[in-house]
């Protein structure tokens, strides 16, 4: 499974912005597709993740403000961030868990700043 992932960007606190992250290759094989984050400094952490059956869980410190979606027939998961804080400053990066190993994306870099 390839991963590419875009949407990233500068944004001021209290702003928005949509990451999207397009699979390609062996996506039959995808159950559930996610968002992890990792700021400097600190593990990456998982932020967001949904199931094939739409199911979807939230890291605490987003719920509210974040949301997760994906379009099955164009392979796309996307994660809407809203209302966004200075502590959401990281690397995101799209994941397709699998079988014995993780897919990963590029990682696109999200700064909210004043």
């Known amino acids: 499974v390839q991963l590419q992932a875009s949407g990233g960007g500068l944004v001021q606190p209290g702003g928005s912005l949509r990451l999207s992250c397009v699979a390609s290759g062996s996506i039959f094989t995808i159950n559930a597709m996610g968002w992890y984050r990792q700021a400097p400094g600190k593990q990456r952490e998982l932020v967001a993740i949904m199931s094939n059956d739409g199911t979807s869980r939230y890291i605490d410190s987003v719920k509210g403000r974040f949301t997760i979606s994906r379009d099955n027939v164009k392979n796309t998961v996307f994660l809407q961030m809203n209302i966004l804080k200075p502590e959401d400053t990281a690397v995101y990066y799209c994941?397709?868990?699998?079988?014995?190993?993780?897919?990963w994306g590029q990682g696109t870099l999200v700064t909210v700043s004043s």
């Open positions: 994941n397709v868990p699998g079988e014995g190993t993780d897919y």
